[in-house]
T-cell receptor, first 112, second 113 residues
Framework: EADIYQTPRYLVIGTGKKITLECSQT?????MYWYQQDPGMELHLIHY???????EKGDLSSESTVSRIRTEHFPLTLESARPSHTSQYLC???????????FGQGTRLTVV | AQSVTQPDIHITVSEGASLELRCNYS??????LFWYVQSPGQGLQLLLK??????LVQGIKGFEAEFKRSQSSFNLRKPSVHWSDAAEYFC???????????FGTGTRLKVLA
């Protein structure tokens, strides 16, 4: 079944640690996105990719980085986690521009 | 700049009652519009979408939405709410040729038994 997967679902980690949030999709979509979501707030785009070897920063400034070496894989990395990074991170993909985006189940990150 | 406004932060309805969630947008042309639902601890699931054509669109789980250009609105409706509909609902838009999906701040729906 075509889907989009995020791991881990929940992560509690200490300050200063390096972490990678995984996102994979089996739909063959070229467009992929990372959103940050805080309670009561709209989703904020932090990174997007049009395809392999294409990554761009979104509207919300983020200390994270992303890579797109394979179409199906779009990991997000924090080199040194801080409490301000505590949030929910949602990965999404779409087939074309202006079509619907499909979302993973999210990773809830807590940095202590 | 484009924007999406969901005026109601919280809505409470009784099971079996009808539901309308409001969504207003700001954009000079016709946007592509979406409604998503998010259950606690989950990602967003697409309920329905509007691209063009018929202004009343049907979605999953018995939801429908009506696009009204004159009011810049895309309200979500359901004739009879079920307890399982309790969740957060997000309205979103995107525009021609852009990577951006712009989301509203969401409406949290509570359903009373």
């Amino acid at each position: 079944e075509a889907d989009i997967y995020q791991t881990p679902r929940y992560l509690v980690i200490g300050t200063g640690k390096k972490i990678t949030l995984e996102c994979s999709q089996t739909m063959g979509h070229d467009k992929m996105y990372w959103y940050q979501q805080d309670p009561g707030m709209e989703l904020h785009l932090i990174h997007y990719s049009y395809g392999v070897n294409s990554t761009e920063k979104g509207d919300l400034s983020s200390e994270s980085t992303v890579s797109r070496i394979r179409t199906e894989h779009f990991p997000l990395t924090l080199e040194s986690a801080r409490p301000s990074h505590t949030s929910q991170y949602l990965c999404a993909s779409s087939e074309f521009l202006n079509t619907e985006a499909f979302f993973g189940q999210g990773t809830r990150l807590t940095v202590v | 700049a484009q924007s999406v406004t969901q005026p109601d932060i919280h809505i409470t309805v009784s099971e079996g009652a009808s539901l309308e969630l409001r969504c207003n947008y700001s954009y000079g042309a016709t946007p592509y519009l979406f409604w998503y639902v998010q259950s606690p601890g989950q990602g967003l699931q697409l309920l329905l979408k509007y691209f063009s054509g018929d202004t009343l669109v049907q979605g999953i789980k018995g939801f429908e939405a009506e696009f009204k250009r004159s009011q810049s609105s895309f309200n979500l409706r359901k004739p009879s709410v079920h307890w399982s509909d309790a969740a957060e609902y997000f309205c979103a838009l995107t525009t021609s040729g852009t990577y951006k999906y712009i989301f509203g701040t969401g409406t949290r729906l509570k359903v009373l038994a």
